[in-house]
């Protein structure tokens, strides 16, 4: 089993910033890759980056420029630079682990944290 701490979640402006982290524990030495989901109300739950095991990145499109992520192998965390927030960018964030057991992946979710973008 893995673990999945998130924190770093809140109020901000638009246009202001937040960063989040993803803390992992458990039995991570096979994870292939983290990331971070959001789901706004009334909304499908959506990917906004992943960050693989060989440290490549990918982002929807409508974070890019925007949003970073970012990872430490040896802390076990991930974390999410938010810059340039607009209120479409308010949902939950999810912190995500998952790895391939041929022929399922197999995932993991965090508890999720409130961003709020709001005047």
């Known amino acids: 089993q893995v673990q999945l701490v998130e924190s770093g979640g809140g109020l901000v402006q638009p246009g202001g910033s937040l960063r989040l982290s993803c803390a992992a524990s458990g039995s991570i030495f096979n994870i292939d890759a983290m990331g971070w989901y959001r789901q706004a109300p009334g909304k499908e739950r959506e990917l906004v980056a992943t960050i693989t095991s060989a440290g490549s990145t990918n982002y929807r499109d409508s974070v890019k420029g925007r949003f970073t992520i970012s990872g430490d192998n040896a802390q076990n965390t991930v974390w999410l630079q938010m810059n340039n927030l607009k209120p479409e960018d308010t949902a939950v964030y999810y912190c995500?682990?998952?790895?391939?057991?041929?022929?399922?992946?197999?995932?993991?979710w965090g508890q999720g944290t409130q961003v709020t973008v709001s005047s």
């Open positions: 995500n682990a998952f790895r391939i057991q041929s022929p399922v992946r197999i995932d993991y």
